[in-house]
T-cell receptor, first 117, second 111 residues
């Protein structure tokens, strides 16, 4: 099946620094990727829809200047958490839609756990 | 806001028993999907059921969809300890579109 890779899987940073998380579709092309965050024992909340070659679409309440999304190619989207604070500590998961796929299935990465000290 | 609500929030069963969990949603959908998540890991796609389908099977999994009640159920038969995980339903209003997740059901299968 289609594989989505996220990197890094875990990152610890100091408050005030910026962290970049990469999401790659390894064996398919994805014009659209989605970024979710998940707090412990909670569900996934959609943060933004990343569109190749254009600006991301952010969900209500998500600060676009804090969570910068870049989708520069058909296989890579990045999420940068700028000036991270402890409340940004979370599990961030990306998913991608295969443009060549026949179904509506989305493929998920393994997630990136961010801890801000 | 979450589209789906899942019931129960947690479920503890013995190996070999069946596990049933339910999902309700609010708006019209194109499809509903079920995912499994092991602790601290990404999501694994289990099954997708389209709005014009009523039931679907995949191995030990059985999913039903009742669009009139805006609800779905996931049945895991003959559960195994390896089925211990959180299970999420997710709805899409259009094929391949963003998914809105339910709150999840944490399933513990005791050996």
């Amino acid at each position: 099946g289609a594989v989505v890779s996220q990197h890094p899987s875990r990152v610890i940073c100091k408050s005030g620094t910026s962290v970049k998380i990469e999401c790659r579709s390894l064996d398919f092309q994805a014009t659209t990727m989605f970024w979710y965050r998940q707090f412990p024992k909670q569900s996934l909340m959609l943060m933004a829809t990343s569109n190749e070659g254009s600006k991301a679409t952010y969900e209500q309440g998500v600060e676009k200047d804090k969570f910068l999304i870049n989708h520069a190619s058909l296989t890579l989207s990045t999420l940068t958490v700028t000036s991270a604070h402890p409340e940004d500590s979370s599990f961030y998961i990306c998913s991608a839609r295969d443009i060549g796929g026949p179904t509506g299935e989305l493929f998920f990465g393994e997630g990136s756990r961010l801890t801000v000290l | 806001s979450q589209q789906g609500e899942e019931d129960p929030q947690a479920l503890s069963i013995q190996e070999g028993e069946n596990a049933t969990m339910n999902c309700s949603y609010k708006t019209s959908i194109n499809n509903l999907q079920w995912y499994r998540q092991n602790s601290g890991r990404g999501l694994v796609h289990l099954i997708l059921i389209r709005s014009n389908e009523r039931e679907k099977h995949s191995g030990r999994l059985r999913v039903t969809l009742d669009t009139s009640k805006k609800s779905s159920s996931l049945l895991i038969t003959a559960s195994r300890a390896a089925d211990t995980a959180s299970y999420f339903c997710a709805t899409a209003q259009a094929a391949g579109n963003k998914l809105t997740f339910g709150g999840g059901t944490r399933v513990l299968v005791k050996p």
